[in-house]
């Protein structure tokens, strides 16, 4: 908590601030990024990457069609910040919304003739219904990107005359690396984008045939430069020149990325496209004077993807409600990492003293 006023600080620093001119290619922006232990880790960018990611816009999307773009994406969210990058150097311009509100999206899209815009879940479900209800077509939109469930999808190609990008990327690849309409093959991640080359590998980063499951490994010019002061976690992730997203993924006889879990040691829950690592969750949980264990799992949700669910092991005596337990959570850390779904039981099962997670997703992952 700060006592002061920034200007405050600055007046007692009277020295003059040099602003600094990093290189194309040095360290220019820090974006965090997952973490095995609930840490973010710091994925330092240049310009190179950011512009890389801009032209991956512009050549996919196609530089007309990004001339508008709203802006719902959160901008700490690198899929957010790449695209008002790339509108800008395309040319383009962003309209910006202070929090997300369904019928002043359509209003905006409509008013100002925008092209585009990203959609987590519920984003695009709620901007079909406000258009549905208003009686707009959406008439100038022409591409939504992101991650969405097929109904969705489906929606979109009936309702209005856009077209549903998707793709796999990370902050570590300042977004996209595979990007492709959805509908060329449904359930999949795309193909590599024009800069960026990827591919399956085993436990032995040898590449696997063509159809098997294995780490997704990604290469170009839109790979970050290191995690920010932590020299061993880069060279391990970018290891015999691949950067390794420790997400298992398989290739098709056409190119087109599947992606099938995160891998056993990145254990991440993602709802609305933003991370939620269970042991975060837990270490607050577990603060709680009336809750003895707990396991944090995610669950298949229509409206967020995935949610957060707190399986519960109550103190004798306690009377906690599921909302007490969520609002607990709420108070302590982000509000999005709060449980959506809570579920009291008498026993959590354990494996040599370790909680048996998987056995937790197999009893009550819905």
């Known amino acids: 908590i700060l006592s002061t006023s920034f200007d405050q600080l600055l007046d007692k620093n009277p020295a003059p601030l040099t602003e600094p001119q990093p290189g194309v290619d040095e360290g220019w922006l820090i974006i965090p990024t997952a973490a095995v232990d609930g840490v973010p880790k710091g994925a330092l960018l240049s310009q190179r990457n950011v512009l890389a990611s801009a032209a991956v816009h512009l050549h996919h999307f196609r530089s007309d069609a990004i001339k508008g773009h709203l802006l719902a994406l959160p901008i700490f969210h690198v899929m957010g910040l790449t695209s008002a990058w790339a509108t800008f150097i395309g040319g383009g311009k962003n309209v910006v919304l202070k929090q997300f509100d369904d019928k002043e999206a359509v209003r905006l899209i409509d008013s100002e003739q925008l092209t585009y815009f990203g959609s987590f879940p519920p984003i695009l479900e709620r901007v079909l219904d406000s258009a549905k209800e208003t009686g707009s077509v959406l008439k100038s939109l022409q591409v939504v990107y992101g991650?969405?469930?097929?109904?969705?999808?489906k929606r979109l190609q009936e309702e209005t005359n856009a077209v549903f990008w998707t793709g796999f990327g990370q902050a570590e690849t300042t977004a996209f690396v595979t990007a492709s309409p959805a509908s060329e093959r449904l359930g999949a991640s795309g193909q590599s984008t024009?800069?960026?080359?990827?591919?399956?590998?085993?436990?032995?980063?040898?590449?696997?045939?063509?159809?098997?499951?294995?780490?997704?490994?990604?290469?170009?010019?839109?790979?970050?430069?290191?995690?920010?002061?932590?020299?061993?976690a880069t060279d391990y992730a970018q290891r015999n020149s691949w950067h390794h997203t420790v997400d298992i993924g398989r290739l098709d006889d056409d190119g087109y990325l599947w992606y099938v879990k995160r891998k056993g040691e990145k254990e991440l829950i993602k709802t609305s496209g933003e991370n939620v690592y269970p042991g975060e969750v837990e270490s607050v949980l577990r603060k709680h004077v009336e809750i003895k264990d707990c396991c944090v799992i995610g669950v298949t949700d229509k409206t967020w993807g995935e949610a957060v669910k707190a399986v519960c092991l109550l103190k004798k005596g306690s009377k906690l409600s599921e909302k007490?337990?969520?609002?607990?959570?709420?108070?302590?850390?982000?509000?999005?990492?709060?449980?959506?779904?809570v579920e009291f039981v008498k026993k959590l099962p354990r494996e040599n003293e370790e909680l048996d997670r998987e056995a937790v997703k197999a009893k009550w992952g819905e």
């Open 147 to 153: 991650l969405e469930g097929p109904q969705n999808i």
């Open 194 to 232: 024009l800069i960026n080359s990827v591919a399956i590998v085993n436990e032995l980063d040898e590449k696997v045939p063509t159809g098997e499951e294995g780490e997704i490994v990604v290469r170009g010019e839109n790979i970050f430069l290191e995690y920010w002061n932590m020299p061993e």
């Open 324 to 341: 007490e337990v969520s609002d607990y959570v709420g108070g302590q850390i982000a509000g999005f990492k709060k449980p959506r779904k």
